[in-house]
């Protein structure tokens, strides 16, 4: 329950912070009536709900329950439960509650990660750079969030990039357990990192790890764009395995000259991170088409950015390291996208951060790697979707 409860504190504290900017509202609540339908929640359900919510407020409150404090929290979580109400009603008319989707391709480049190809039993509709929640036959109602790495195809398939979390549930599930012609269940897709569509500036992606996932959905999405829209990429790992989708964005960059792709080693080969020694990243050390160190640090050889969006996903350290060096090569705040939940890093960057919280990634495995101002919290992500 002590996870159920953040889910909740957390969900309140967005729906407070947004209650002023009805989009945001909107947006925030509209993914969340359409993902409890997973739950089998109806709209009978959020009745009950508010008045064991108000009640406990009250309890809690002590004497700052005044009769006005009361008003505003009924008409807020009333406002908040119909627009649940209402998205979830126009998502049935078209999606179900879930998908039930078969595992057709599973390759492991390491004992820890896996690279899964699922077909879903009904067309299953996003947006490149959106992320599902996942639940594996081996733990029923439990849900986690992964990106999904492919754009949409006209074969309905999915590909999803997992790092097995020490002690995760669903990761190792995934990546230990998993058998071709397993079943699993997808919740509706979320998330707003998605490609700035009124944009035709060229782009700066840094991945990190299988923070890849995402990205590589953007780019593919680039390919079929009608206007060409360059993209550098920084796509950052310990070693060279780690690497899941180079082969496929090398391929992508042989045929689209458009795509800049360059590998970030922390070394090739190299002992585990641990006991890596590190060294200064520059695009001026390449160990063959790879350069050496952090993504962040590679930035400085990329040149000006001035011009250019960015979409960065990764180890939370990673993408608290990236932001600040992106702004100083030029990328404006307002045009860099990235999924951490709360940078406090500036609040122009467009932050992918429905519902995560301190600690925990709301997509991918949810490691929390790194040692600058990483939170601590679980290694692997949960689900916040959950009220
Ligand atoms: N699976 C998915 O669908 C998605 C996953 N994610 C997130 O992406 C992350 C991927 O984790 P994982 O695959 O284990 O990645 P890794 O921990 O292996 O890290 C990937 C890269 O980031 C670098 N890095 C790590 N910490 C820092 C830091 N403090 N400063 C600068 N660079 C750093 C690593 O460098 P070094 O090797 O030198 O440590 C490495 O080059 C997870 O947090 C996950 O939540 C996000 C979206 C989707």
Redo the contacts with the bound molecule.
């Keep these: 329950m002590d996870v159920q409860r953040d889910r909740l504190f957390s969900a309140l504290t967005e729906i407070v912070r947004s209650l002023d900017s009805p989009d945001t509202l909107d947006t925030y609540l509209g993914h969340l009536g359409r993902d409890h339908r997973k739950f089998g929640v109806e709209a009978g359900h959020y009745d009950a709900v508010g008045a064991a919510l108000m009640a406990t407020v009250r309890r809690f409150a002590g004497p700052a329950w005044t009769a006005e404090a009361a008003q505003a929290w009924s008409e807020a979580y009333g406002l908040a439960a119909q627009m649940m109400i209402e998205a979830a009603e126009e998502h049935s008319a078209w999606a179900p509650p879930w998908w039930h989707a078969e595992v057709i391709d599973l390759v492991r480049p390491r004992h820890d990660?896996a690279r899964l190809t699922l077909r879903p039993n009904q067309p299953y509709s996003y947006l490149p750079g959106q992320?599902l929640s996942l639940q594996a036959a081996r733990w029923p109602r439990v849900w986690r969030?992964?990106?999904i790495?492919n754009a949409p195809r006209g074969d309905n398939l999915l590909r999803?990039?997992?790092?097995a979390v020490p002690g995760g549930w669903v990761s190792n599930a995934l990546v230990t357990h998993t058998r071709l012609g397993d079943h699993v269940l997808l919740g509706p897709p979320r998330g707003s990192m998605v490609l700035d569509a009124a944009s035709d500036r060229a782009l700066v992606c840094v991945a990190?790890?299988?923070?890849i996932?995402?990205i590589k959905a953007i780019i593919e999405q680039v390919v079929g764009l009608p206007h060409r829209r360059s993209v550098l990429l920084l796509y950052?790992?310990?070693?060279r395995r780690?690497l899941t989708e180079i082969a496929d964005l090398l391929e992508i960059q042989a045929t689209y000259p458009w795509l800049r792709v360059i590998p970030?080693?922390?070394s090739d080969p190299g002992p585990p991170?641990a006991e890596?020694p590190?060294r200064r990243a520059s695009a001026e050390k390449p160990v063959g088409d790879a350069v050496i160190?952090?993504?962040?640090e590679a930035i400085a050889g990329l040149g000006p950015l001035d011009e250019h969006d960015a979409y960065v996903?990764?180890?939370?350290?990673?993408v608290?390291?990236?932001l600040p060096r992106l702004r100083a090569a030029g990328v404006r705040r307002s045009r860099i996208y990235h999924?951490l939940p709360e940078t406090g890093t500036g609040a122009g960057e467009h932050a992918d951060a429905e519902e995560g919280e301190s600690g925990e990634?709301r997509?991918?495995?949810?490691?929390?790697?790194?040692?600058?101002g990483?939170p601590s919290g679980p290694r692997e992500?949960l689900d916040h979707s959950a009220l």
């Design positions: 990660m992320y969030p992964y990106s790495a999803l990039v997992v790092r990190g790890g299988s923070g996932a995402p950052a790992a310990g070693e780690e970030v080693l922390g991170a890596r590190r160190g952090r993504p962040h996903c990764g180890p939370p350290a990673m608290r390291a990236v999924d990634r997509d991918g495995t949810g490691r929390t790697s790194g040692s600058e990483a992500n």
